[in-house]
């Protein structure tokens, strides 16, 4: 089962609070969690199943991967506590990690696909 998510707010390079206070990143991820809540919701059935989660950041000027990823890091904590994934290890949800150029502003943002259902890790 896929469920796809478009969330108008861009992924910030980590460089933008990394450095900074814990006070900048925190309220950094409340943006974050006013905007999933809103618009994702909690699940009505928590996940039992390893998922994935596939992020599309359409933006103006890409990243380099590796501020994306860490710029990404509330997405899964907030998918984590809304029932979407079951905890943020990778036993339990893997990530795909996309940026896509976008030239017109109205239609930037991020874009978040859960796919449900996986089998956990054969390791």
Do not use: C, H
Not at 22 to 36: E, L, T, V
Not at 52 to 65: K, Q
Not at 91 to 109: C, I, P, S
Request: aromatic share 12%; no cysteine.
């Amino acid at each position: 089962m896929i469920d796809e998510f478009f969330i108008p707010m861009k992924i910030e390079s980590s460089n933008t609070f990394v450095w900074a206070s814990w006070r900048k990143y925190n309220g950094y991820k409340k943006k974050w969690k006013k905007a999933m809540g809103f618009l994702v919701g909690r699940k009505a059935k928590q996940e039992t199943k390893r998922t994935r989660i596939e992020i599309v950041s359409l933006r103006g000027r890409l990243l380099d991967r590796e501020n994306l990823i860490a710029g990404s890091k509330p997405i899964p904590d907030i998918l984590k506590e809304l029932g979407w994934i079951v905890d943020d290890s990778e036993k339990w949800f893997f990530a795909r990690y996309v940026q896509k150029l976008e030239k017109n502003k109205q239609e930037r943002g991020t874009i978040i696909r859960v796919f449900s259902g996986l089998e956990k890790n054969k390791k």
